[in-house]
């Protein structure tokens, strides 16, 4: 409530710290109020004479207009920190989106139905897709069809269920070269953690890796089957078959000299030139 003329330092009235004990001093305290929310008090102080009921309106007109501009001021102090933390985050977002670009993994941001939402510029070294070619495309892009049913059901389970998933994944670039990447899946949960928003896929390039550890295995393979080879009829499946799965191609002949030694005859043909074997 409002206190209009109470004597200061008189019995019962009100002393307020730091003022002179007057007994002819009169006050109006009048609380400064905002929405049913006391923002603080405005005294004044009068000697000798009463403070008057038009005082008192003047007093609070200017308690009015007083927690106003107070609850104003405090808006604006909140909004300015609210503004300095947006900018904050901001400037965080900026960068670890910075550190994303730059990285030599690619990476990959999709939404719960493996469509794609956001890649960066090392993906595109990798698969040949710019940004812009594979957005809101899912991630079925670049299957190789290398990989059966059960292994995208064992991956999805997992990573459906709020688990990441490691594993390693042969995928198909877009001029049609397979690669081989090892790669982790992470869920992104909403705040709540009620719900999985987002995957992210970080992604390392080990075909030259793959690659070679292919070359090493064949070439023990074709080593003991030539061993065993009765003749060159009898080798050139071992050779053909062996490079046509190494070197990810679709057609192969090989070519042996006859025993004139004046032509070459295919001693066998594969693929898309099978029927060429026998030919001169």
């Not at 001093?25 to 049913?36: A, H, N, T």
């Not at 104003?72 to 960068?95: F, G, Y």
């Not at 390039?205 to 064949?218: G, L, T």
Request: proline residues 3%; hydrophobic residues 40%; charged residues 25%.
């Amino acid at each position: 409530g409002v206190l209009i003329n109470d004597p200061v330092g008189m019995g019962g009235g009100t002393q307020i710290p730091g003022t002179p004990v007057e007994t002819n001093e009169k006050l109006i305290c009048v609380p400064l109020i905002f929405e049913e929310r006391i923002l603080g008090v405005m005294t004044l102080f009068r000697y000798n004479t009463d403070f008057t009921d038009e005082d008192l309106l003047l007093a609070e007109t200017f308690a009015v207009f007083s927690a106003s501009a107070m609850n104003t001021a405090n808006h604006l102090d909140s909004l300015e920190r609210e503004i300095d933390e947006r900018k904050r985050i901001e400037s965080q977002l900026d960068m670890q989106s910075n550190a994303l670009q730059a990285t030599h993994s690619p990476i990959i941001i999709t939404d719960t139905h493996g469509d794609i939402e956001w890649v960066n510029p090392a993906f595109t070294r990798l698969t040949g897709y710019e940004f812009a070619e594979v957005r809101g495309k899912n991630m079925a892009i670049l299957s190789s069809g290398k990989h059966d049913f059960r292994f995208y059901e064992h991956l999805w389970d997992t990573i459906l269920s709020g688990q990441v998933w490691q594993g390693e994944v042969t995928n198909k670039s877009k001029i049609g070269r397979l690669f081989t990447v090892e790669t982790t899946i992470n869920p992104v949960w909403s705040d709540d953690r009620s719900n999985i928003n987002h995957f992210v896929a970080i992604q390392q390039d080990i075909s030259e890796k793959k690659q070679q550890e292919r070359e090493r295995n064949a070439f023990v393979q074709v080593a003991a089957e030539l061993r065993n080879a009765a003749n060159t009829d009898a080798m050139s499946p071992i050779l053909i078959d062996n490079l046509m799965d190494l070197l990810n191609i679709k057609a192969a002949v090989h070519l042996v000299v006859d025993k004139t030694r004046k032509s070459l005859k295919v001693a066998l043909g594969q693929g898309e030139w099978e029927d060429w074997t026998g030919k001169e």
